[in-house]
């Protein structure tokens, strides 16, 4: 089986889907109905997050041959491979997530694709139980790659990129359910003494798990991103208990300025939740005071979506939606304008970056794209002197005698 030139050419198309909002499972319905107008006998697959929760749902579109969910996905290859004659339309791959105990993962071929900085996940699941969220609900319990698969495919992709990332559903938990009980901060230690992995980024790392420990390595190697994402949801500590997240904001933030004190050029990014049910006025004014007086470099900014079955599904005071919207904007204001500081900062410093696609644009290591001043070739890591700010970005300095 090899990829096809455009998906009107294709005998299969697989979908891989998430269903953390009601925007993404909409989004998932309209690309199965695309793609099934734009190519009526092209057999259709849909895996992932959507699949796993509601498969009727998704066995019901037009076109639609195969619904895997997260439990079976690691048996796609086999699944579409089944013998002629069998009854295609209508196949449901979906079994008890919560039974899961072993870390699965696709080939490391997949993991690193075309792209110059490979995602590779070493974490899925979650054991926390946040009022808002489905997550738990469509990938299980926490679990952990254990660290020699790691190591091997790290090894592997060193090889050929020069940044990796890691990633995981709950990456800060990786390794709790392994014998030894081990840490992440412990993998890290690992992957920098046993491979020749040249930069690592970490994904999003949830606030109780930046220990000191970890934060102290990422501050003292040079081949550890200087970059925090740690969601935050919401800085008022009312809502934090009704979302049943697992910290209050003075733990919040002795985290984000002990990273910021230990890295002063640091990328610290945030997941912020406005709308969620009963989010009074008041509440929502003090977490926006919260992030203002926090050095953020960047905000993602997500409005509520109740999700079928979580509890927050059927709090009361849902808020409505054009208060949740302005409150959105309020914040992405405030997100843009950390980060238009931010980047005014780096202008006239030398920042270590990645190459990427076309070799016209690069990402530096605390997470800045910067417009190069000529191109060089992808996947290569540079020094950049940065001589000015883009719309959304930085702008590399001229060679000095350029015209």
Known sequence: ???????????????NTCTVTASADQDVRQAVRRAHLENPGARILVT????????EELVRLEGVTWVVGNTHKHRIAEIVREPAGLPYHGQIFVGDIFAETEFLTAPIEEAAGDRTRPNLKVQDGCNNRCSFCIIPFV??????????????????????YREIVLSGINLGRWGRDLDGRLRLVDLL????????????????VEPM??????????????????????????????LLRRMRRRYRPHHYASRILEARR?????AIGADVMVGFPGETDEEFEENRRFIANLPFTYLHVFTYSARPGTPAAAMPDQV???????????????GAEKNLAFRRAMVGRKLSAVTLGDG????????????????????????????????????????SGAA
């Open 1 to 15: 089986m090899a990829p096809a030139a455009s998906p009107r050419e294709a005998d299969l198309v697989i979908l």
């Open 48 to 55: 992932g997050c959507y699949a796993q929760r509601a498969p």
């Open 139 to 160: 990938r299980g319990r926490s679990r952990s790659a254990p660290p020699e698969l790691v190591i091997e495919q790290v090894r592997r992709l060193a090889g050929q």
């Open 262 to 266: 230990l890295m002063p050029l640091a």
């Open 189 to 204: 230690r690992r992957l920098l003494e046993e491979t020749p992995v040249e930069r690592i980024r970490l994904s999003s």
């Open 209 to 238: 798990d930046l220990s000191s420990e970890l934060l102290e390595l990422m501050a003292g190697s040079d081949r550890i991103a200087k970059h925090v994402h740690a969601p935050l949801q919401t800085g008022s500590e009312r």
């Open 320 to 334: 409505p939606m054009p208060v949740r919207k302005q409150r959105n904007r309020l914040l992405r204001e405030l």
């Open 360 to 399: 016209r644009l690069a990402l530096t290591d605390n997470y800045l794209k910067v417009e190069l001043a000529r191109p060089r070739p992808a996947n290569e890591l540079v020094e950049v002197l940065i001589g000015g700010l883009t719309s959304e970005g930085l702008r590399e300095a001229a060679p």
